[in-house]
Nanobody, 121 residues
Framework: QVQLVESGGGLVQAGGSLRLSCAAS????????MGWYRQAPEKRRELVAT???????NYADSVKDRFTISRDNAKNTVSLQMNSLKPEDTAVYYC???????????????WGQGTQVTVSS
């Protein structure tokens, strides 16, 4: 069984910073991409940033130059440093990972439970 556990959300004023972290645990053979998605009230879940095991990153245009994603392959963790936060960044942020639980098995998509980020104006 695989679990993704997020931490680091909270309330911050516009212009402030927050750091989200996510740790994957359980029966893990290998992790391919990891990333962060977010969902604001009455909106669809959207990609924020992803990072491959090799360190290649991809960002939503709305967060480029403000957010930085990083990962520690040895610890199965991924982090999101969020700077210059705006009220429109308010959402529940979800950790995501593509994980193989044993050699030769298919890659499956796993999600964390979500952590609330609220940016006040």
């Amino acid at each position: 069984q695989v679990q993704l556990v997020e931490s680091g959300g909270g309330l911050v004023q516009a212009g402030g910073s927050l750091r989200l972290s996510c740790a994957a645990s359980g029966s893990i053979f290998s992790i391919n991409s990891m990333g962060w998605y977010r969902q604001a009230p009455e909106k669809r879940r959207e990609l924020v940033a992803t990072i491959t095991s090799g360190g290649n990153t991809n960002y939503a245009d709305s967060v480029k130059d403000r957010f930085t994603i990083s990962r520690d392959n040895a610890k199965n963790t991924v982090s999101l440093q969020m700077n210059s936060l705006k009220p429109e960044d308010t959402a529940v942020y979800y950790c995501n990972a593509h994980i193989s639980v044993r050699s030769g098995s298919v890659w499956s998509n796993y999600w964390g439970q979500g952590t609330q980020v609220t940016v006040s104006s």
